[in-house]
Nanobody, 125 residues
Framework: QVQLVESGGGLVQAGGSLRLSCAASGRTFSSYAMGWFRQAPGKEREFVSIISWSVGTTYYADSVKGRFTISRDNAKNTVFLQMNSLKPEDTAVYYC??????????????????WGQGTQVTVSS
């Protein structure tokens, strides 16, 4: 049973920082890609960032490039999303997801087979 558990969300003022964590368990994730997505009220779920677990290749949505950093700790099976210079428009539920076809480094949420429960991030102006 694959489990992804996010943590680290909260309320922060604009310009502040948060670090999200995604703890993965249930199998070996060395061949997976791990993505972060977010969904704001009334909006579709959107891609934020992705990292290939084995090689460490990363991609970011244009809206977060230069402010967010994705990383992983292989020993702890944990993926992180460091979010700096947060803006009110970053407010959303953030989800961690795993894709067993790591090489495609997909930005499409429907290609991810495993999801966490989400963690709320609220940025006040």
């Amino acid at each position: 049973q694959v489990q992804l558990v996010e943590s680290g969300g909260g309320l922060v003022q604009a310009g502040g920082s948060l670090r999200l964590s995604c703890a993965a368990s249930g199998r070996t994730f060395s061949s997976y890609a791990m993505g972060w997505f977010r969904q704001a009220p009334g909006k579709e779920r959107e891609f934020v960032s992705i990292i290939s677990w084995s090689v460490g290749t990363t991609y970011y949505a244009d809206s977060v490039k230069g402010r967010f950093t994705i990383s992983r700790d292989n020993a702890k099976n944990t993926v992180f999303l460091q979010m700096n210079s947060l803006k009110p428009e970053d407010t959303a539920v953030y989800y961690c997801a795993a894709d067993s076809k790591a090489m495609r480094l997909s930005r499409r949420s429907y290609e991810y087979g495993y999801w966490g429960q989400g963690t709320q991030v609220t940025v006040s102006s």
